[in-house]
């Protein structure tokens, strides 16, 4: 009776084998099998937990899977689309370990050969050590001649040093990261110039920005020139530029140059607006007011992303005793989205990690539209840029997917990276942070963090961190911070996150320039209606 059971279960083992060898070869996919024993109850966890984990089963449908008993140790196995055995794994794993297997398994496949592209410049800056560029740093250069005696070192335009052989200079960018330019003039023996590169630090990946060129004078009458200047990224082309007075189209720009004659009533007040549109929905703009009183003249637009929760009828904005009009109210169906989130991937995450992948997979997918976008930053012991901003739910998917739990907790370094991201970026915005522990390993201070979160002006939306610092930067952006007590809370916080990106308007208030450079103006938001809440940033810089 043995012998009968043992054959009968050796032929089902071989016909299950057997038809999984015929998928493998008709799908051309590799097979993954779970060798287990009979009494085995970390076998049972693993199919019972991992294996049903649905990030587990976003991956299964690239390989063929199946379990087959065994009298050995358990283990997994990965074999070729022809049954040749690969590699074996002797463990029983965990969910995120499965997940790493099946990655190994389909993406370690495929490796590509990169031919270096030949580069024939005279001199070029090398890529910094660090995404976020802060305090000193040794900028180096490789040259393309032996020509070349000295080189100068400029910063924001500023030459800040000159260097001969090895062309390498230690340069300042400051305590808090920002926007930098790089400059470098290479020179031969008598002087005479060769060559110069410059490279860009602390920008977002795919900076987008419009500005206002024409009408340089304050009081204008009839045909008047509207001119702009645009920045695009490379992948992306400009749809169109609409020019308006008063919020009255006027103009519509379709390729350069980007100007046009727009007719301005005489003594008539008002704004001349510039909106940009990119090919993949985003949009910028600028904006000029035109015949004011003197007291006015320099008047400027300034963005305030409000969170209101409930039906309003009046949004109010208040600078110290001055009331700052409201010009205009975009809401979510006027402007694009654009999210950035920060996953935390340290040692500690390594029980949430997988329903945290999960969870902020689901957010994206229903959160996003066909205008909107969005980035994704891991951090450990340091934070890394996954994916710049893009609409590609696939490789958004896959990048959250591949996240694996490491290392300390360099949470500032992280939002410091995120926020940076935004920089060009209009419309609705808002930066999402999931963190479990307290920062490590960070080379920014709370403060400066929280500075640069004022400078950006982007609602931070916190998950899971006690640090009052970064409870006070979501607070002061006009975003929220939440604890989490279990794990199957996670979809209920991100669903209130999504609520309160969908309650977003941008207010553009009109307001005086600064009587010094990138001055901070405190402001106090009122909106009136019914039991509503409302998330409002505390004030905004003036960058002029």
């Known amino acids: 009776m043995l012998v009968a059971l043992l054959l009968i279960s050796s032929l089902a083992r071989a016909d299950a084998w057997s038809d999984a060898l015929a998928r493998a070869q008709r799908e051309q996919k590799p097979i993954v099998v779970f060798y287990r024993t009979a009494d085995c109850p970390k076998c049972d966890a693993f199919e019972r937990t991992a294996v049903s984990h649905p990030i587990i089963q976003r991956r299964l449908p690239a390989v ?40 190994t398994v389909v993406f370690g496949r495929a490796s590509r050969s990169l031919a270096a592209a030949p580069d024939n410049a005279v001199i070029r800056i090398l890529p910094l050590a660090r995404q976020v ?7 180096q250069t490789r040259i393309g001649t032996s020509s070349i005696a000295r080189v100068t070192f400029s910063l924001d335009g ?34 005479k110039e060769l060559g110069r590169a410059s490279r860009i630090v602390n920008e977002g ?99 305030l992303p409000i969170t209101i929760f409930g039906p309003y009828t009046n949004i109010a904005v208040r600078e110290g005793k001055k ?25 500690s995450m390594e029980a949430t990690l997988p329903d945290l992948q999960e969870t902020a997979i689901r957010f994206l997918d229903t959160v996003l539209g066909p205008r909107d976008r969005a980035f994704v930053i891991s951090f450990e012991t340091r934070a890394h840029l996954l994916v710049p901003a893009t609409k590609d739910a696939p490789l958004l998917r896959e990048s959250i997917m591949r996240i694996r739990p490491e290392g300390l907790t360099s949470l500032y370094a992280a939002m410091a990276l995120g926020l940076l991201q935004f920089e060009g970026v209009k419309g609705r915005r808002a930066m999402i942070v999931f963190t479990d522990g307290l920062d490590r390993t960070s080379e920014y201070e709370a403060n400066e ?34 604890m989490l007590e279990r794990l199957d809370d996670l979809p209920s916080i991100f669903a209130r996150i999504e609520a309160a990106l969908r309650a977003q308007v941008l207010a553009f208030i009109r307001t005086e320039p600064a009587k010094k450079e990138n001055e901070w103006h405190a402001v106090q938001v009122e909106v009136k209606g019914d039991r509503l809440q409302v998330y409002a940033p505390a004030g905004y810089y003036a960058g002029w």
């Open 449 to 482: 963090v929280g500075d640069l979160a004022r400078r950006v002006s982007v609602p931070v939306h916190v998950i899971g961190s006690s640090e009052e610092p970064v409870k006070r930067v979501a607070e002061m952006t006009g975003g929220t911070s939440q």
């Open 133 to 139: 560029v802060s305090g000193k740093n040794l900028v």
């Open 323 to 347: 009331e700052r009009r409201v010009e205009s109210i975009a809401t979510a169906s006027d402007t694009p989205l654009t999210v950035g989130l920060l996953i935390d991937a340290s040692d």
């Open 64 to 103: 063929i899977f199946l379990t087959l008993p065994t009298d050995a140790r358990p283990n997994v196995a990965y074999f070729d689309p022809n049954g040749a055995l690969q590699f074996r794994w002797p463990i029983v794993p965990d969910t995120i370990n499965f997940g790493v297997i099946l990655d």
């Open 158 to 191: 500023r030459e800040v040093a000159r260097a001969r052989v090895p062309f390498s200079a230690l340069l300042d960018f400051g305590a808090v990261p920002e926007r930098h330019t790089i400059g470098v003039v290479a020179f031969d023996r008598r002087g």
């Open 205 to 303: 990946g795919e900076t987008f920005w419009l500005r206002l060129v024409e009408p340089r004078g304050e009081f204008v009458n009839g045909p008047t020139r509207v001119s702009v200047d645009l920045r695009v990224p490379p992948a992306n082309r400009v749809q169109r530029v609409v020019i308006s007075w008063n919020d009255a189209e006027r103009a519509v720009l379709t390729s350069p140059p980007w100007q046009t004659t727009v007719k301005i009533p005489e003594n008539e007040v008002g704004f001349v607006r510039a909106v940009a549109e990119l090919d993949d929905g985003r949009t910028s703009e600028d904006a000029m007011l035109l015949n004011a009183s003197a007291f006015e003249s320099n008047v400027q637009l300034v963005q």
